[in-house]
């Protein structure tokens, strides 16, 4: 693996016993105890995951604010200072080149979080499209630290002065932690209360260091990929690669209510508009297999006997204590309760269409007001 690039914190890993794995040209820690002791972590306390493989790609200039509204598929907008969008970027026919978070820090003054696997094609995607705006990447320069758990504020607030509790759930906020400058964001990918944390490439081992020193006493614990990815299935959050890719259209993945089809044009609008009209052939749905088994990324998905979809992604859910599975199906399969099979290894095991998310955290009294 002596090719693929490291994050500032790589021998922090390896001094954690990280087992280190291949993941979008990055060489990450998949797991440091086990997945599902670091799943239950996340779910019961805190933990901390080094996402610094993550792209920071920035827009500035008087036209940054036209060419984002040009570029994604979310209104800009609805943003002001200090909030973040979840946001999709489109090519012409609808397909989903990536989905991205969307800072603004000012009028003039915009940043895209990228996928790892897809930031040097966003980089010249949204540079192709950048209207006359100030495109720069600031990835090799910036880390990016996620603190995620119910235990996340309580730990986060004995390292910066920010008051966390008026944080709302997608915004962000400049300040010192742990005696260095961050960005500090209401944001995650494990269906918990927590923060994203952005700080410069430097300053991520101290960073670092202090969170798990000031989270020893709640439980905090480090967190690989393994289980951040455990944890985003039960939330039924997309992968892109998996869930999403550019032959998928937002619609299709049910991401619908991110896409402002009757506001201003962007890149795969008219497309998109025609796939509302005409209606989407197929739909990403959640799945519960009703028999053991589990349903892996690329199984065939059966309704009465007969190929109509398939996984895109799918686990042992461990903190539901059952097969879970997200997948593509043809429309009339759609709709939750539909009885259809997982071909797994040869076998149709019965499973049906369910709701998602497949888990909802706990919300009395746990998540400060705002809105997404």
């Given at each position: 693996?002596?090719?693929?690039?490291?994050?500032?914190?790589?021998?922090?890993?390896?001094?954690?016993?990280?087992?280190?794995?291949?993941?979008?040209?990055?060489?990450?820690?998949?797991?440091?105890?086990?997945?599902?002791?670091?799943?239950?972590?996340?779910?019961?306390?805190?933990?901390?995951?080094?996402?610094?493989?993550?792209?920071?790609?920035?827009?500035?200039?008087?036209?940054?604010?036209?060419?984002?509204?040009?570029?994604?598929?979310?209104?800009?907008?609805?943003?002001?200072?200090?909030?973040?969008?979840?946001?999709?970027?489109?090519?012409?026919?609808?397909?989903?080149?990536?989905?991205?978070?969307?800072?603004?820090?000012?009028?003039?003054?915009?940043?895209?979080?990228?996928?790892?696997?897809?930031?040097?094609?966003?980089?010249?995607?949204?540079?192709?499209?950048?209207?006359?705006?100030?495109?720069?990447?600031?990835?090799?320069?910036?880390?990016?630290?996620?603190?995620?758990?119910?235990?996340?504020?309580?730990?986060?607030?004995?390292?910066?002065?920010?008051?966390?509790?008026?944080?709302?759930?997608?915004?962000?906020?400049?300040?010192?932690?742990?005696?260095?400058?961050?960005?500090?964001?209401?944001?995650?990918y494990t269906g918990e209360d927590g923060f994203e944390l952005y700080v410069a490439s430097?300053?991520?081992?101290?960073?670092?260091?202090?969170?798990?020193?000031?989270?020893?006493?709640?439980?905090?614990?480090?967190?690989?990929?393994?289980?951040?990815?455990?944890?985003?299935?039960?939330?039924?959050?997309?992968?892109?690669?998996?869930?999403?890719?550019?032959?998928?259209?937002?619609?299709?993945?049910?991401?619908?209510?991110?896409?402002?089809?009757?506001?201003?044009?962007?890149?795969?609008?008219?497309?998109?508009?025609?796939?509302?009209?005409?209606?989407?052939?197929?739909?990403?749905?959640?799945?519960?297999?009703?028999?053991?088994?589990?349903?892996?990324?690329?199984?065939?998905?059966?309704?009465?006997?007969?190929?109509?979809?398939?996984?895109?992604?799918?686990?042992?859910?461990?903190?539901?204590?059952?097969?879970?599975?997200?997948?593509?199906?043809?429309?009339?399969?759609?709709?939750?309760?539909?009885?259809?099979?997982?071909?797994?290894?040869?076998?149709?095991?019965?499973?049906?269409?369910?709701?998602?998310?497949?888990?909802?955290?706990?919300?009395?009294?746990?998540?400060?007001?705002?809105?997404?």
């Open positions: 693996m002596s090719a693929l690039a490291r994050t500032p914190l790589y021998a922090t890993h390896r001094a954690l016993g990280a087992r280190m794995v291949a993941f979008g040209g990055w060489e990450m820690p998949v797991s440091y105890r086990g997945i599902l002791e670091e799943h239950h972590s996340v779910r019961a306390a805190a933990g901390l995951f080094d996402v610094s493989h993550m792209g920071e790609i920035e827009l500035t200039g008087p036209r940054a604010a036209a060419a984002c509204q040009a570029l994604t598929t979310n209104d800009v907008r609805r943003l002001d200072d200090g909030r973040v969008q979840y946001t999709l970027l489109c090519r012409e026919d609808g397909g989903v080149v990536d989905d991205v978070t969307l800072y603004r820090h000012g009028p003039e003054r915009f940043l895209f979080c990228v996928n790892a696997s897809n930031r040097a094609k966003d980089l010249a995607w949204i540079e192709a499209h950048a209207g006359g705006a100030t495109v720069v990447d600031r990835s090799a320069e910036t880390a990016l630290l996620a603190l995620q758990g119910p235990r996340a504020a309580a730990i986060l607030a004995r390292l910066t002065a920010l008051d966390l509790s008026t944080l709302g759930f997608f915004r962000f906020a400049t300040g010192p932690v742990a005696g260095v400058p961050a960005v500090v964001s209401r944001t995650g430097g300053d991520a081992v101290a960073v670092w260091d202090a969170i798990m020193a000031a989270g020893a006493g709640d439980g905090v614990a480090p967190i690989g990929l393994g289980a951040r990815d455990t944890l985003r299935l039960e939330a039924a959050l997309p992968l892109y690669g998996n869930d999403l890719d550019d032959a998928t259209t937002p619609l299709a993945a049910g991401l619908a209510r991110f896409v402002a089809l009757d506001g201003d044009d962007f890149v795969g609008r008219d497309a998109l508009r025609a796939e509302r009209a005409a209606g989407s052939p197929r739909r990403l749905v959640g799945l519960e297999l009703r028999a053991a088994g589990i349903a892996r990324h690329g199984y065939p998905i059966l309704a009465d006997g007969r190929r109509a979809g398939e996984v895109t992604s799918g686990t042992h859910a461990p903190t539901l204590g059952r097969a879970i599975a997200l997948g593509y199906v043809e429309a009339a399969h759609a709709a939750p309760g539909t009885a259809l099979a997982v071909e797994v290894r040869g076998k149709a095991v019965p499973a049906a269409v369910v709701p998602t998310p497949f888990y909802r955290r706990p919300r009395a009294g746990t998540r400060p007001k705002g809105e997404q």
